[in-house]
């Protein structure tokens, strides 16, 4: 049994993702991960990582008959792409600095074989960046949330204590 990702274009309408969902269900397959959504063209797009996938040729040849996809393509997972990721938030000036120590120590991990990215949101005002770390937990592959700056305490620091479970 194997793991990989899948990124299907489809016709958009309702029940395309049901549908598919459905194949990769009935072959007891698991979906770990899912982002779908509308092109610019009109099309959809859904991206799905898998695991436990016995016979990869099967599903795609399943999934490419459907009269709704019009292209299946394989890749490895985001996480063996880029891996874990760090999360950098606060005021401008403050971001950029920690920014610069987190890409240094990162290169030296990812020299050796890991993967480690760094995004970074440069913020003003408390009501933004409280609504920036409650986003994090919605984030795939986030490994660590980096508060940058003077303007991290009430709802900020609440917000801030009750993510923790998703670090």
Known sequence: MSSAALSIKTVERPGVLSEITGMIASR???????????ERD?????????EDVEDMESLLDEIRAS?????VRVHRSLEEIYGKRIIIIGGG??????AMGAISEADR??????RISID????????????AVS??????????????????G???????KASREYF
Do not use: C, F
């Not at 009269?67 to 292209?71: F, H, I, L, Q």
């Not at 970074?120 to 609504?131: F, N």
């Open 135 to 152: 986003a994090v937990g919605r984030l795939p592959r986030v490994a660590a949330l980096v508060l940058a700056g003077s303007l991290m």
């Open 93 to 98: 000036a403050q971001v950029s600095q920690v």
């Open 42 to 50: 009109g099309h959809g797009s859904i991206y799905m990582e898998l």
């Open 67 to 71: 009269k709704t996809v019009v292209d």
């Open 154 to 160: 009430g709802e900020i620091q609440r917000i801030q």
């Open 109 to 114: 991990h990812n020299i050796r074989g890991e």
């Open 28 to 38: 007891n397959i698991n979906i770990t991960y899912a982002h779908l959504y509308v």
């Open 120 to 131: 970074t949101i440069p913020l003003v005002g408390e009501a933004e960046l409280a609504e």
